[in-house]
């Protein structure tokens, strides 16, 4: 029999599952690869299940758009703490939150880019399914995928039409 809709997880589930691998800086589809290559890089793509991570150029952004947003929030938060505590000097307040500042974006890096995947994973734009090829041809006119697609149905010039001259810069005008 067929899947079922009640047979697939939760939605709370798949959010609660992603968010634990991105914490862990793992791959949000399968939980084997690592998100990580070293401190300031992430992986192009699973080394266990192939998924591809980010699939547009422009989704980098995302993760910097998270680790400003938590950045910002940090400095907030830490700038309200050190104006309600009386404990700290007033003359350390403002270099700890230029520490802070300028620290926690980088050591939070990898965890934002890895937020960010977790959240297009969750939306449904990390996923198995072009895993296998990576850069699939767009065979707009229900091409075979055997034939390697791409090609246009060949469609035969009006009667009376001037046959187009093809030179070196394409076709010329009369």
């Known amino acids: 029999m067929g899947a079922h809709l009640l047979d697939r997880p ?8 992603t968010a634990w691998l991105v914490v862990r800086l793992r791959c949000p589809v399968c939980g084997l690869g690592p998100l990580a290559a070293g401190w300031f890089t ?5 080394g266990a299940c192939g998924v591809t ?9 995302g993760g910097i758009c ?7 929030l940090g400095i907030c938060a830490l ?7 009386e404990h700290v000097p007033p003359a350390l307040e403002t270099p700890l939150v230029l520490v802070f500042g300028l620290a ?19 939306t449904g734009l990390v996923h198995r399914d072009e895993a296998a090829d990576p850069e699939p041809v767009i065979r707009p006119w229900g091409a075979p995928p055997d034939d390697g697609g791409g090609t246009p149905p060949a469609v035969p010039d009006p009667p009376g039409a001037p046959a187009a001259a093809v030179g070196v810069g394409g ?3 009369p």
């Open 104 to 122: 926690f974006p980088l050591l939070f890096y990898r965890h934002s880019r890895a937020i960010w995947i977790g959240l297009l994973h969750v």
């Open 79 to 85: 700038a309200l703490w050190l104006f309600l505590d």
């Open 10 to 17: 939760s939605f709370a589930w798949r959010a609660l599952r």
């Open 66 to 72: 998270v680790n400003s947003l938590a950045t910002s």
């Open 53 to 61: 991570f980010e699939r547009d150029p422009g989704e980098v952004t």
């Open 171 to 173: 076709p010329r005008r």
């Open 42 to 46: 992430l992986h192009r793509s699973c």
